[in-house]
């Protein structure tokens, strides 16, 4: 073999090197970019309410019945956490109505409240007040008005803006996720994707704290 045909071969052989040592670094690239799968899209759609900043790098993402009294102890956990981490952590909101009628419309009351720009004070106030709106599981749609009118909504507007069928659509979509994702009781959160399985304040810290740690690197 001549001078020339080894150096060709080192060149290629370089090549061939430099090409797999390439394919090493991107292929964990692409495997972060895989076409998202329906469990993937199902846990944060386009149309979820969020709280906090649009960009922060972490999301909790809690399927919520206004009318359960877990989420109302919760909420000020979710708020906190929130505050710790400044602007890293959003929460994005799902809507369950497993508490049946009631649920419904107090969900139907805060997507109109969102409609309003008024949609964190409304829902803060209802669950301060869930025990009176939502007692016994005899709801009082006439209350849930008054009460969202007292944080800030327009009664009058809302009783025609509840019927938008955009809502009813969302109601539905949040419900069709939470079938897909298992979801049979409230408060279940995801954090980045990932399913908090073993329901807690500490639970939930933990994992927030490593998405916000992981975001950071």
């Not at 895989?34 to 709280?51: C, Q, Y």
């Not at 809690?62 to 959003?90: L, Q, S």
Request: charged letters at 25%.
């Amino acid at each position: 073999m001549n001078n020339k045909s080894i150096v060709l071969s080192v060149a290629v052989f370089g090549l061939i090197l430099l090409s797999v040592a390439a394919w090493l670094f991107v292929r964990p690239m692409f495997m972060r970019a895989a076409i998202p799968t329906e469990k993937t899209l199902a846990v944060l759609r386009p149309h979820s309410p969020i709280i906090g900043p649009k960009d922060a790098p972490v999301t909790i993402v809690g399927f919520f019945d206004p009318a359960c009294a877990a989420c109302r102890k919760i909420y000020p956990v979710v708020r906190d956490i929130m505050a710790e981490h400044g602007d890293t952590v959003r929460l994005a909101i799902r809507y369950v109505a497993f508490e049946g009628k009631g649920s419904v419309e107090a969900i139907r009351v805060l997507e109109v409240a969102r409609k309003q720009g008024v949609y964190q004070p409304v829902l803060e106030t209802l669950l301060r007040d869930q025990n009176r709106w939502a007692k016994d599981r005899a709801p009082n749609p006439e209350l849930i008005i008054h009460l969202a009118t007292e944080a800030g909504l327009d009664p009058e507007a809302a009783r025609t803006q509840k019927l938008d069928p955009i809502i009813a659509a969302t109601i539905n979509q949040d419900r069709a996720d939470a079938e897909v994702l298992g979801v049979t009781q409230t408060l279940t959160f995801f954090v980045n994707g990932r399913h908090l399985s073993s329901f807690g304040e500490a639970e939930l810290r933990a994992l927030v704290n490593e998405e916000v740690a992981s975001s950071r690197m």
